[in-house]
């Protein structure tokens, strides 16, 4: 088959398929990434999840073959509820109790700097980029107060783009970040105030 026979037919197959002009809305699930409780000094609470990503409207952009943006993505929930809700249950899988009213629990924070899926395009194949990216801010019972930042990304590449797709790659990334920010958060509450490299001293 001659180069411009696929061209056209990968054209019109992601055209019919859904499309990269048409705007998406998305269900994110989880799968769990902690496999064992471990023993902290304190239990948690998960004060808050903020967005402070400039647009926080979408959750990511289609692209035509050429490059430009085409569409938008956007979650069947709030990103801040889903985002917060997946930190609980990584707590929980470690073995956290979870304690909003105890005044010994340590309380924490997370600031959501970028969540992002979008395709870098070329012709016959479509490269997905994705990553997550957020502050959080620890707070001791004593008062002590830490804060670090963590970023994953992960890429792929796909021949055909789908809205499953965009989804796949926001799972994994997120994935990538619990495994990081969620077992540091575990050391540092293990730590009993002794920060662990990477953490800031707030107060």
């Not at 019919?16 to 998305?26: E, I, K, P, Q, V």
């Not at 490269?127 to 019972?141: D, S």
Request: aromatic share 10%; hydrophobic share 45%; charged share 20%.
């Amino acid at each position: 088959m001659k180069i411009w026979h696929m061209i056209i037919l990968l054209f019109f197959a992601e055209l019919f398929a859904g499309c990269a002009y048409m705007d998406s809305t998305l269900t994110l699930a989880h799968t769990p990434v902690l496999e064992k409780a471990v023993s902290t000094p304190y239990p948690v609470f998960l004060e808050r999840v903020s967005d402070r990503r400039p647009n926080q409207n979408r959750i990511g952009c289609k692209k035509s073959r050429y490059g430009s943006e085409s569409a938008d993505l956007f979650l069947d929930v709030r990103l801040t509820d889903w985002f917060g809700g997946v930190i609980n249950e990584e707590f929980q899988r470690a073995g956290l109790s979870l304690a909003p009213n105890d005044p010994l629990a340590a309380r924490i924070v997370v600031d959501l700097l970028n969540f992002f899926v979008e395709p870098e395009a070329n012709f016959g194949s479509s490269h997905l980029f994705a990553i997550v990216h957020a502050e959080v801010t620890v707070r001791l019972p004593q008062g002590t107060t830490f804060a670090r930042r963590f970023a994953a990304h992960t890429d792929e590449t796909f021949m055909l783009v789908t809205d499953g797709s965009y989804a796949k790659m926001l799972e994994e990334v997120m994935m990538n970040w619990i495994a990081e920010a969620v077992v540091e958060i575990l050391r540092l509450l293990q730590s009993q105030a002794h920060a662990s490299a990477g953490w800031r001293v707030l107060s």
